[in-house]
């Protein structure tokens, strides 16, 4: 699954952009302007961006931390005895089982801010498997609506999803698929934005969030939802990027880095 993740990543940013998105240098994430939720948008495999991800959580200081690749269960585990020790926290996190990259490269983020509170906002693989049938309104439960998980996408924006979760599969899957595909993706946005507000409860803020770039997009990803229950929340999306885009991407701030080395994502599709 992690290629899928990489991949998908890249495909998503090109099905839209952002009017007054502005591009950064890399040095700028020790200086991120003053937020209430910050997201840091990834390439899960890029180890240069969980390193910008750390400066930035560290220069941020916040009160919470927000991990789309941690389950709520998860994170009751990061304690503080355990939260200095990379081989310890990975393992009582499971960490090696999750199909996530190393954990090498997200250590340091756990640790650039050792008082912030951890906060999961993954779902058992079983519910998000289930959104690709019934929907993410029906497996969100009843604050479904709230989120705007009960409301149709545009025409425009559904074809564009479906488009971009096409390029993310490699043009492998059926096409009837990727309507579910998109309910998925909606669900996960959900899911975040729901433990970015329950952090904001908890803690007041700031939260910084870490996560991909297709969930840190200020289009569609988890701002969307965020807004709808924290609409007085001051949010700041980041993006790091590996090749310059054509035009400004749907970010607040971007960045563009050098590639993380990896195999051809395709070649599992083209091998089968």
Do not use: K
């Not at 640790?111 to 498997?129: H, N, Q, S």
Request: glycine share 8%; net charge negative; hydrophobic share 50%.
């Amino acid at each position: 699954m992690r290629h899928l993740f990489v991949l998908g990543a890249l495909a998503a940013l090109n099905v839209a952009t952002a009017a007054g998105a502005e591009q950064i240098a890399p040095a700028a994430m020790s200086n991120l302007p003053d937020a209430d939720v910050v997201i840091l948008g990834e390439i899960h495999d890029n180890p240069i961006h969980h390193d910008h991800q750390a400066a930035a959580v560290a220069a941020l200081t916040p009160r919470a931390l927000v991990f789309e690749m941690l389950t709520p269960e998860q994170a009751a585990r990061v304690t503080p005895d355990l939260r200095g020790d990379a081989g310890a926290l990975g393992a009582a996190l499971g960490w090696a089982e999750s199909g996530w990259p190393d954990f090498a490269m997200y250590h340091p983020i756990f640790t650039a801010a050792p008082g912030a509170a951890i906060y999961g906002a993954a779902l058992p693989r079983g519910d998000v498997r289930r959104s690709v049938g019934e929907g993410a309104a029906a497996v969100f439960g009843d604050e479904a609506a709230a989120y705007g998980l009960t409301e149709d996408l545009p025409a425009d924006e559904q074809a564009a999803r479906e488009a971009g979760q096409m390029e993310a599969h490699c043009n492998a899957m059926p096409a009837e698929m990727m309507g579910g595909m998109v309910e998925a993706q909606r669900l996960r946005d959900a899911a975040l934005a729901r433990a970015v507000r329950v952090a904001l409860d908890e803690t007041g803020g700031p939260v910084a969030v870490i996560t991909g770039n297709g969930h840190a997009r200020t289009d569609w990803g988890l701002a969307r939802p965020l807004a709808r229950v924290a609409p007085e929340a001051r949010v700041i999306a980041i993006g790091q990027l590996e090749s310059s885009p054509d035009a400004a991407p749907p970010f607040d701030l971007w960045l563009v880095t050098d590639p993380a080395e990896r195999p051809d994502p395709c070649e599992a599709f083209r091998a089968n």
